[in-house]
């Protein structure tokens, strides 16, 4: 579990975080988005510990950072996937860190295999391709076997392969009731991936939803399509029982207030051939881009002030 309460973090000129309230709850991968600058990386940072608020406060299940008496084994992180040394193996690293906080051989060898690393496991970390270096973060993170996982843009230099593997670990991981916090500029990952999201702009809160009900709530979310060689009757129709319709295109409208079902079932008295029917389902994109508008836009406005 992880509790963001009225954090705020200011640097001289600047709040990176300003009064962010939000939880992270056992069981869910919440992902965590917003624009560049918007305040992410600063809010994990208070999260494991390496920042400290202006005011109000981050905690780790229950407690702060800095009171974790086992904080491996409490929270797995990985801000960088590069913060091993370069001249030690990935076995080194992992051996090294499993020593430091009492975590067993065994431990380190199932996480290896875990993230995919069994082949390379010998080689210096300084050799290492960004997608290795990302698995080799997420190894880490995982060896105290940790009900609380931080991952910041995890899925950065990875392939498609190991982008599915993440997303089906992280699942994974939350269907056995931890609490994963995940940032990531990738919408479309973090759709598949995450059940909850929080967003933030300017350091604040925009959105703390669950994914589904925020994508339904997009514009065109529910919109029909229906395509025929000549749609027009089937269009007045429609607006005669209540519907609003539009043409984007000569053989395509497009319907609001009527579901798919009852068009096509109009088209069918109506004795007209359909050559699509479809409902569009809102994306996190778009959500996310609706939501941040202002945000971004304000960005942009100061820094063409500068
Ligand atoms: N150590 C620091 N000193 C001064 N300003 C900082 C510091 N760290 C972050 N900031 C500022 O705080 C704001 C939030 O930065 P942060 O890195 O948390 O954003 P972010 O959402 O993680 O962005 P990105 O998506 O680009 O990684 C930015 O304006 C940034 O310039």
New binding site residues.
Partial sequence: MIEVTHLTKR?RA?T?VDDLTFTAAPGTVTGFL?P???????TIRAVVGLERPTSGSARVNGQSYADLRAPLQEVGTMLDGRNAHPGRTALGHLLGLARSHGIARARVDQVVELAGLGSVVRRRVGTFSLGMGQRLGIAAALLGDPPTLVLDEPVNGLDPDGVRWIRHLLRALAAEGRTVLLSSHLMSELAETASRVVVIGRGRLLADEDLRSLVAATARAGVVRARASDPAPLARALERGGATVTMPESDLIEVTGADAGSVGALAAQLGLTLHELSTVSGTLEEAYLGLTADAVEYRTGTETAR
């Fill in positions: 640097y600047t990176a917003g560049n600058g918007a305040g992410k990386s600063t």
